[in-house]
């Protein structure tokens, strides 16, 4: 309240006292509201030590720029085994680690239609008994292998993967190819007909993909997410723009190629026909960028933000390869058919790695549409994009908003902005069904759990420099 | 001014009245702003007249509602000379009608261009004389012909065109092929790269597409028109999504036809290379589902806007085939290179029908990136399209505008709403050198001139039905 004196109405301003605010305002004082919540609860000691870590903000600028300025080019498709180093019975999944004890449906699911895919069962189901056991096989994070995978995220040795690179660094990520949606194995089906597509995207698809980036050479695909940006889509359930403009790349090499027009003619209707292809190809450019901002002492910036449909986990820049897990929410969204709440699993996937990186959720406000598939008004997409900007260190220079007057996407989430103001990542998602092999019901809106950014928070301030 | 009792300060409401407005809130009383304007000068006897036309209000919700129903199916490509009964000597140009004597630049220089591209003369210039002489040759509006065309939009017997259809009632409708951007026979340039490209353009370009057409099936352009808008395409000056979703349709025909394959894959290279590829799909879709308007009496909807680079041509569903015109306007802009307002030609070519349909200018809301070729603030793009609420008759049932809450686009502009709102029409448009031989020089924003709105009205005046 500022000083005053003889008989003027007081100024006040109210940070958060809403109660307060009332009351002075009914007295006839000039009240100006500030919206401020307190960080979140335990948080104040560790907040204040990261906060006083004096090597915090350039650790967090140097963060930024590595995350927005290394190049991510498309090299190759390679098949999973012998790229990854995995056998048969080597697994990959989505998420921080878990074992099937805990795994919910749609990775079990997955699991089976995997181990059947391998042909080290005949049938999904006969695979219970292998991963029940707890031997005999391998479950490991995509992310432990600088990989990543959608919802279940299941990778093995037989399926192809997209390999990305810095060129500046030779580094590489990778991803699976993308299925289509519905009853698709990283949505925990696995019926005839999902492993028959399988084998196709392994025989057809991916050697005829591998030629045609071969011939064609590297493909910028952070010039393609640039662009879509700028046609509606957000990189996480829109992708409809860079699928096309990704296709266009590779048509002329896929055209020229040896290969019988009959499988270039499958191969471009299979790709072209599903407006998701794309987010295989946005998540391993934005795992690479993350990854360069890795390791960097007193960084408080999230790297990784992975679900495998039991705990939701991040990564952050000051604390190596720790994960800060908590469990996995429930998705509000538009459901397919008749499914409905009690259908959808919690949250899945590694594809929240888009919006670590500043897209997806964080960059709906350029991809209003999206709101007819996760739900909601799109004043709400807007607003939340918006929302990010008091979360993260900076902007995206490559990547902009055209309706926010093409400011930058906002990049690179703050754990410390985080607790201080309550606010979580917004995530757009599909929603799986939480039976194993039901597929896809839904898809919607979704943020982590609060209490891994105090997690993360308090093993910052463990490591925090010493104060001078 | 409302009735008043005792010492309450007086409420006003001022239409439009600034200064009387200012006047009383200074002398304390609560002032109402409405924004209004008088019609535009010498229009009031003509607006009493056709707005008490007792057919008016069903007339214009016929032309709407027939505007917004009709299909508009791409069934083929034809060569233009047999399809439109075009001699070797027979040119088609954009806009309303014009002679050789008041052409502008663009429009001789795409004329002169069209007679080397028809091997009258070996060299375009040789052609002035045959032009300039009056006689030995034939040229019509594109739109006395059931076409349309971008520019300069000449139209010569070896050009190849597409062909819409709407199959209830058979009528079709044609536009050229687009050539792409820079230096282009459609702005008017006409070297020697022009022309090999015209006739690469009529010797693999059209019979391929014809083929893959034909195998394909009717593609349906107003089901692709209503994505564009989802993607950041306003279908006049942004149809990049479009031109990929259109690719996407005949990929497959295209690859499976026996044609050589290195004859495919520079069709597809150049196909997705031009974003403005869809534009001459967009613009005869448009001119079909408005020439559906044409006739009905009493109505005051605009069924076409067509420039021709000297004058600004309109004609309306209540006058049947007779044009109004005006001076074309300078284009306000961004330029290529070192061009500047000096070097451009007035507004020109028949893709103002986007506009006429409720897209382009009408839809710039949708397609905040067009910003970046055309000038002006992103805030700028979304009020034009609110702003065109104002003189439209309805809102598309199928080509909506995310980020207004979904809203249809501003369709069926009524000749009476622009004249007592004297808001005009918002354009935007490539900009053409006004020398023959330039080509492009940028691209920006225009209005028809105020002037063919009244003359219009007039017409409409004229033909009222008699007062009961």
Chains 1, 2 share one sequence.
């Not at 957000?234 to 027009?261: C, F, K, Q, Y």
């Not at 220079?397 to 917004?426: A, C, E, H, N, W």
Request: proline share 7%; glycine share 10%; aromatic share 6%.
């Amino acid at each position: 309240m500022s000083a005053r004196n003889g008989s003027q109405p007081p100024n006040v301003i109210s940070a958060g006292l809403e109660l307060f605010a009332d009351a002075a305002s009914e007295q006839g004082a000039q009240v100006r509201r500030i919206d401020w919540r307190p960080p979140m609860p335990s948080s104040e000691q560790a907040l204040a030590r990261v906060m006083a870590d004096r090597r915090r903000v350039q650790a967090n600028a140097e963060a930024l720029a590595r995350i927005t300025s290394t190049a991510a080019l498309l090299v190759d498709v390679l098949p999973a085994g012998p790229t990854l180093g995995l056998g048969t019975t080597d697994f990959l999944h989505a998420g921080p680690p878990i074992g099937w004890d805990r795994a919910s449906g749609p990775l079990r699911g997955a699991l089976l239609g995997a181990a059947a895919f391998e042909g080290i069962v005949d049938e999904p189901e006969q695979a219970i008994e292998l991963f029940a056991s707890r031997a005999g096989y391998s479950l490991d994070p995509c992310h432990h292998h600088s990989a990543v995978g959608p919802m279940a995220g299941v990778i093995s040795a037989s399926m192809w993967l997209f390999v990305v690179e810095d060129p500046s660094t030779g580094r590489r990520t990778y991803c699976s190819l993308n299925e289509g949606l519905g009853k698709v194995l990283r949505y925990g089906a696995y019926s005839p007909d999902v492993l028959s597509r399988l084998r196709w995207m392994s025989d057809v698809l991916g050697p005829l993909l591998q030629q045609a980036v071969r011939a064609r050479g590297p493909i910028d695909l952070k010039a393609i997410l640039a662009q879509m940006l700028q046609m509606g889509d957000e990189a996480h359930n829109r992708n409809r723009a860079g699928t096309l403009m990704w296709l266009r790349e590779v048509l002329p090499a896929l055209i020229d190629s040896a290969a019988p027009s009959s499988d270039v003619a499958e191969v471009v209707r299979f790709v072209s026909g599903n407006d998701h292809f794309f987010l295989n190809l946005a998540m391993p450019a934005c795992k690479l960028t993350l990854d360069s901002a890795r390791d960097i002492p007193g960084s408080t910036v999230v790297v990784a933000m992975a679900r495998n449909g039991t705990d939701f986990g991040i990564q952050v820049a000051g604390t190596g390869q720790q994960w800060f897990t908590g469990p996995a929410q429930l998705v509000d969204g538009l459901f397919l058919g008749d499914y409905g709440p009690e259908d959808a699993n919690p949250d899945i996937g590694d594809s929240a790695i888009t919006e670590t990186a500043g897209l997806g959720g964080f960059a709906m406000a350029a991809a209003p549409a999206i709101v007819r598939f996760v739900g909601g008004e799109v004043g709400d997409a807007i607003n939340a994009s918006r929302r990010m900007y008091e979360i993260t260190v900076g902007e995206h220079p490559m990547y902009s908003i055209p309706v926010l007057g093409f400011r930058g996407t906002p990049t690179g989430i703050d754990v410390t902005k985080v607790v201080r103001t309550q606010i979580l990542p917004q995530i757009n998602t599909g929603m799986a069904g939480k039976q194993a092999g039901v597929g896809q019901v839904g898809a919607g809106l979704v943020t982590p759990p609060a209490e891994i950014f105090v997690q993360a928070l308090t093993a910052l301030a463990e490591r925090a420099a010493p104060l001078l």
